[in-house]
Structures are given as C-alpha cells and as structure tokens.
C-alpha cells in the first residue's frame, strides 16, 4: 500500500525558512516523480514543486522560484521542500503527491494527508 | 502559463441526479503527437486530500465508481456525475499536466439539493 508522511510544518515568521519533509513507502520510490501541491486557506489546489525520480531534474512555480527548493534522497524514501525568505502568502496545506511516471509532473495517483505551514508574526 | 477555469463555481444537484462540471483550458491540451488530452480530475472532500478521478481526459482511475466520467478534448472538458450520491459532496478540480507549471481549475463545489 502507498503511503506518503510529510512532516515538518509549523508557523514561522514572514522572512523565515522551514522545511518540510515526505516519507513515502508501499513503492519503489526512485521509479517515479514527486510533487508538492498546496492549498492556501479557502483557496484552491495550486502545484508548487515536482522532481524527477532521479533528481536530476526539478520544476518550481513562479510564485516560489528562487526561494523553494524541492529535493529527494532515494536512498531514505524522502521528498523535501526547503521554503525560504516565506511570505504570508505561502501559508497553506502542504501535499505530497507521487505522480504516474518518473520523468516530469504529470498527475497524482496518491497523496498524503498534508503538512500545514503557517506564515505568520 | 495555461489557464484552466471551471464553470459553475457551485452547483446543487438533487439526490439521484446528474452533475455536470466543465473545465476549459486556454490553450489546446491535445497533444498531437500521442492523440491525447493532458486533463486530469480530482474530487478533494472537506480535511482529505485529493483523489484522482479520472486521467487523459476519460480514463477513470481504478476503484472510481463508474457514475464518474470525463469527456471532451482540446480545450473543453467535462465531468459527469451521472447519479448524484451523498458521499459525492466535495469539490472538483481539472487539472491540466501538458506542461509545466501543471495548473488546476478553481475548483467546483457539489452540494445536495
């Protein structure tokens, strides 16, 4: 059985850093991309970050570029979301989500329960 | 960025009836090489995380009942809820992954009426 775990969330002040984190099993991890996708309180889903499932290759919105990073370590079944200079806006559920193929964000077959991250003073 | 946008914002359907959702993206998610549409749908339910509906525009996902179906190509889209049940209370979203940035829809909300 898939299961994706993110972990990590919490508040943090606008300007600040956070890094959330997803553990995944019930799949051989490395064969398949992986994306984060948000939701913003009362707001719709909007995908922030995917990566290959080799890493070699990651994709951000514009909303985030230059202040996230999204990263795997294959060898700990763990996708990663380093969130910088974080602005009240970034507030949102944060979802892990595998996708249906390995090389770029395609769709998401499952997700995890998600990790809420607060922006606020 | 491609723009996807959903009609209605909200919809009430009676218990046994049918829903109808439409997405229209702002350019074409055919792509012509392979024959298909990059459209995907999504029903999120209230503290749940999203679940895959349907893929390539009228394929549905393993497990979904089958009074779920997607139709439509190129820009307009559709998903049918042919019988309206009470666990199908949720919102929808059409998401399109042609490109990146894969966006979604606004999102559909189904009520009972």
């Known amino acids: 059985e898939v299961q994706l775990l993110e972990s990590g969330g919490g508040l943090v002040q606008p300007g600040g850093s956070l890094r959330v984190s997803c553990a995944a099993s019930?799949?051989?991890?490395?064969?398949?991309?992986m994306s984060w996708v948000r939701q913003a309180p009362g707001k719709g889903l909007e995908w922030v970050s995917g990566?290959?499932?080799?890493?070699?290759?990651?994709y951000h919105a514009d909303s985030v570029k230059g202040r996230f990073t999204i990263s795997r370590d294959n060898s700990k079944n763990t996708l990663y979301l380093q969130m910088n200079s974080l602005r009240a806006e970034d507030t949102a559920v944060f979802y892990c989500?595998?996708?249906?193929?390995?090389?770029?964000?395609?769709?998401?077959?499952?997700w995890g329960q998600g990790t809420l991250v607060t922006v606020s003073s | 960025d491609i723009v996807m946008t959903q009609s209605p914002d909200s919809l009430a359907v009676s218990l046994g009836e049918r829903a109808t959702i439409n997405c229209k993206s702002s350019?074409?998610?055919?792509?012509?090489?392979?024959?298909?549409?990059?459209l995907a749908w999504y029903q999120k339910k209230s503290g749940q995380p999203p679940k895959l509906l349907i893929y390539?525009?009228?394929t549905r996902e393993s497990g979904v009942p089958d009074r779920f179906s997607g139709s439509g190509s190129g820009t307009d889209f559709t998903l049918t809820i042919s019988s309206l049940q009470a666990e199908d209370v949720a919102v929808y979203y059409c998401?399109?992954?042609?490109?990146?940035?894969?966006?979604f829809g606004q999102g559909t909300k189904v009520e009972i009426k």
């Open positions: 350019q074409s998610v055919l792509y012509s090489s392979n024959n298909k549409n990059y």
């Open positions: 990566i290959s499932g080799s890493g070699g290759s990651t």
């Open positions: 019930g799949f051989t991890f490395s064969n398949y991309a």
């Open positions: 998401q399109h992954y042609y490109r990146t940035p894969q966006t």
């Open positions: 390539w525009a009228s």
């Open positions: 989500a595998k996708d249906v193929y390995s090389d770029y964000p395609h769709y998401f077959d499952h």
